[in-house]
């Protein structure tokens, strides 16, 4: 069983709206969680990156929450533009001795005109 | 700061054919690592070196598969009488010495197995 666990698995949202992407992790120890975007064909790109203490982190349009203690993430787009279709990956790092990552499935997101 | 190359970017082979592909890190990044992507899903750990040792490898790493980092810098994975099921991206990433959270990945090797 995965221990990253994305939803939706994808989603179409109009030029112009927000949405939301949710990830649950049972990745223990935790050491601090992170969201990429891949584009099609591409390797992923950091967007944020959060430790145990922080709740929020932003990068421009992006807005990444953690819960720590309910172990849930959540990724904002605010004012989606057209380029922001790709897959958004949430991926948990832990503190074993040589940082072991764990990858979500992804969501998919499509952007349309 | 010339970012992770991987090459080719693209490889079509026909099954039973061996394919190499090479990973050239950020410099003096001593952590490297291989993942391979199916469509759809999140990359899936192969192995990763710290300079030139080979320090974990998934069970996903059959024995046809072989990585190997000789000099701790650039980085080769090979895989010997390719099947059907090995068709995936093959990303590279790597992390600098010391600051292990940073995570870089290349644009990957797309594989496809005929």
């Known amino acids: 069983k995965n221990q990253v666990e994305q939803s939706p698995q994808s989603l179409i949202i109009l030029e112009g709206k927000n949405c939301t992407l949710q990830c649950n992790y049972t990745v223990s120890p935790f050491s601090n969680l992170r969201w990429y975007k891949q584009d099609t064909g591409r390797g992923p790109v950091s967007l944020t990156i959060m430790t145990f203490s922080e709740n929020t982190k932003s990068n421009g349009r992006y807005t990444a929450t953690l819960d720590a203690d309910t172990k849930q993430s959540s990724l904002h787009i605010t004012a989606s533009q057209l380029s922001d279709s790709a897959s958004y990956i949430c991926v948990v790092m832990t503190t074993d001795s040589w940082g072991k990552f764990q990858f979500g499935a992804g969501t998919q997101v499509v952007v349309t005109p | 700061d010339t970012g992770v190359s991987q090459d080719p970017r693209h490889k079509i082979t026909k099954r039973g054919q061996n394919v190499t592909f090479r990973c050239d890190p950020i410099?003096?990044?001593?952590?490297l690592y291989w993942y391979r992507q199916t469509l759809g899903q999140g990359p899936e750990f192969l192995t990763y070196?710290?300079?030139?040792?080979?320090?974990?490898k998934s069970r996903l790493l059959s024995d046809r598969f072989s990585a190997e980092r000789p000099k701790g810098s650039f980085s080769t994975l090979e895989i010997q009488r390719t099947e059907q099921g090995d068709s995936a991206m093959y990303l590279c990433?790597?992390?600098?010495?010391?600051?292990?959270?940073?995570?870089?990945f290349g644009s990957g090797t797309q594989l496809s197995v005929l």
């Open positions: 990433a790597s992390s600098p010495t010391g600051n292990y959270e940073k995570l870089f």
């Open positions: 070196f710290q300079n030139e040792a080979q320090l974990e």
């Open positions: 410099s003096e990044h001593n952590r």
